[in-house]
């Protein structure tokens, strides 16, 4: 530890610390979405920045440690900046604080006092800088245990979990103990035998968003498709241009299903929606996706609603 001190103390680190950390961080928070290369390109770009303002105040402060502290200080409004004023907005709304005619001229302020500060102090800030340079490897430190963690996430073997009832069991030493059974039909042979000669209906799913329009079901009344899943928002709800797009598809003798884009829940019948009235039946606990699939295979037996309704309800 005495060395780490010392070599914080007596190396720059946190000049260069600083731009790996803001880059590192966005990199991480944003993860897969932003390419490694321009992760790398963004920090040379910051730190040839620093370099050039390091040099710059050089000749002003005839100090290295001053001017990399100066260097590190401006950077550190440029870098943070549009997040202080976000919160600034969510803590003030409606005041003249987060307003620019205010806040500009108060960086303004605060940048000419920090360099009239490091210009006359015969410090050398020794003691801050080391503080500063550890806070930061803290910092990137924990970035990267984020990162590892998004970085395992996708080749975790629980990929496919079961977010509503939890496992059936687990696997010991090559042996799978099971903990619970599911009182659902699993006899492959039901409901329905698919064949090679079987013509599946065809089904399609509609996703429910924001001020979505009915033009999708509407295409696919003109398409005459067998079924329509609804992708709805929480219990698998909808707007009035769906609802009304879904009657117009129930009078044309198209079964709907209402699911959820929720990840894990159920969608319940006759709550928030009146499904006897509106024609439509739900998928329980099934995504959109699996509804579709159980729909199909329905709709290749029946097309009456109460026989598909329990279909969802058994399996």
């Not at 731009?19 to 928070?29: A, E, N, T």
């Not at 005619?101 to 960086?107: E, R, V, Y």
Request: aromatic share 14%.
């Amino acid at each position: 530890m005495p060395k780490t001190k010392t070599f914080l103390q007596s190396r720059p680190a946190f000049v260069f610390l600083l731009p790996l950390f803001f880059v590192s961080h966005g990199y991480v928070q944003n993860y897969p979405l932003v390419p490694p290369s321009d992760v790398l390109k963004l920090v040379f770009e910051y730190l040839a920045v620093t370099l050039l303002l390091t040099t710059l105040f050089y000749f002003i402060f005839q100090s290295w440690q001053k001017a990399l502290l100066f260097a590190f200080f401006l950077m550190c409004v440029q870098f943070f900046f549009g997040a202080v004023h976000d919160l600034l907005k969510n803590w003030f709304p409606g005041w003249f604080i987060p307003k620019y005619s205010f806040l500009l001229p108060l960086i303004l302020a605060i940048v000419v006092a920090t360099f009239l500060l490091i210009l006359k102090t015969t410090s050398h800030f020794k003691r801050l800088t080391q503080y500063i340079s550890i806070t930061l490897v803290l910092l990137i430190a924990i970035d990267l245990v984020f990162l590892c963690s998004k970085l395992l996430s996708t080749t975790k073997t629980n990929a496919f979990g079961s977010p509503n009832t939890g496992p059936v069991g687990q696997a010991y030493d090559g042996r799978v103990e099971y903990y619970s059974s599911s009182d659902r039909e699993v006899n492959p042979q039901q409901p329905v035998t698919i064949t090679a000669d079987t013509k599946l209906p065809r089904v399609d799913i509609v996703y429910m968003y924001a001020d979505a329009p009915s033009d999708m079901i509407d295409m696919l009344i003109a398409k005459k498709v067998d079924g329509i899943v609804i992708a709805g928002v929480g219990n698998g709800n909808f707007n009035k241009a769906y609802m009304e797009a879904v009657k117009r598809a129930v009078a044309a003798g198209i079964i709907v299903c209402r699911a959820s884009r929720t990840p894990s829940g159920r969608v319940v019948l006759h709550d928030e929606i009146n499904d006897e009235e509106l024609g439509t039946i739900v998928s329980d606990d099934l995504t959109p996706q699996k509804a579709r699939i159980l729909l199909i295979l329905g709709l290749t037996k029946t097309k009456d609603k109460k026989q598909l309704q329990d279909l969802f309800f058994k399996y």
